[in-house]
């Protein structure tokens, strides 16, 4: 067993990796942020791009974030918030923690996603301070 990098007390194989690896979508908008965590830890970001519109897809650097996801080592995954707006989009507040050059830091985010088709995206975020 191998815990899942997202928090969520469960395997991986039966938490995000079958995200990951295109066999399911994620339902919520909560799942698709943990998912695309996960991602980041195994700098899967082919995964990123596919999971993102909109504003964050716009001023995303895919070899920028291939080198940072590398280079720094997550350490943990805290939801701290979540909300439906109807039923088409949501918001994830959460702390990512991970440490980039011997320096741990923390990412604190309000993300926003919105669902099209049938399926959850990112389109932005705010950095909490």
Partial sequence: MSPCPCGVE???AQCCKPYL??????????????SRYTAYTMADIAYIEKTQ????????HALDAFVWAKRVTWIKLNV????????QKG???????FVD?????SMHEKSE?????????YVDG???P
Avoid: C
Wanted: charged share 25%; hydrophobic share 40%.
């Fill in 10 to 12: 469960r395997d991986y």
């Fill in 21 to 34: 690896i295109g066999e399911a979508t994620p339902t919520t908008p909560e799942a698709l942020m943990r």
């Fill in 53 to 60: 519109r909109g504003k964050a897809a716009e001023g995303f």
């Fill in 80 to 87: 701290l918030n979540t909300s439906l707006k109807k039923s």
């Fill in 91 to 97: 918001y994830v507040e959460f702390i990512a923690t």
């Fill in 101 to 105: 050059a011997g320096t741990t830091q």
């Fill in 113 to 121: 996603f919105i669902k099209k088709a049938g399926q959850w995206f």
């Fill in 126 to 128: 705010v950095h909490v």
